[in-house]
């Protein structure tokens, strides 16, 4: 008898997971649980999506906008190829943030204007050829 319970419990545990699992992935919402779209530029701008998404490209050389009273206020426009898109962002940037930086931009796109609340700067390719080059590597130093 006890054994038919847990088996049931165990049972009962699963299934339940399993609609979790399948609700969360089916049914993005806006608090970033569930998967989010990554749109182009030009995906955006043709779609209006309203809801959150992700966009990446390059931050367009001069564009950058930092707040004279606000440093954490910041705007600059997204490139992708000859589109663009303005970008308004509040909080603190990565180091790596300049122009022409590959970036990666969450939040919501509203009236013309896309409201980041998560900014990424993609890893610089630089940095990658002196790590896999063994022969860079001098061990004498340790």
Known sequence: MARHKILIAIIGISIITAF???YVTLNPDQNGTGMMKFLSVYELRATQE???VRLGGKV????IIISATDK?????DLAQGEASIPVKFYGTRPDLFKDDAEIIVEG???S???NADQLQV???SRYEGTLRDESSYNLDEL
């Open 20 to 22: 979790w699992i399948t």
């Open 50 to 52: 309203s809801s959150r």
């Open 60 to 63: 367009a050389t001069g564009s």
């Open 72 to 76: 954490l206020d910041a705007s600059f």
């Open 108 to 110: 919501n796109y509203h």
């Open 112 to 114: 013309g204007m896309f």
């Open 122 to 124: 993609k890893c610089a």
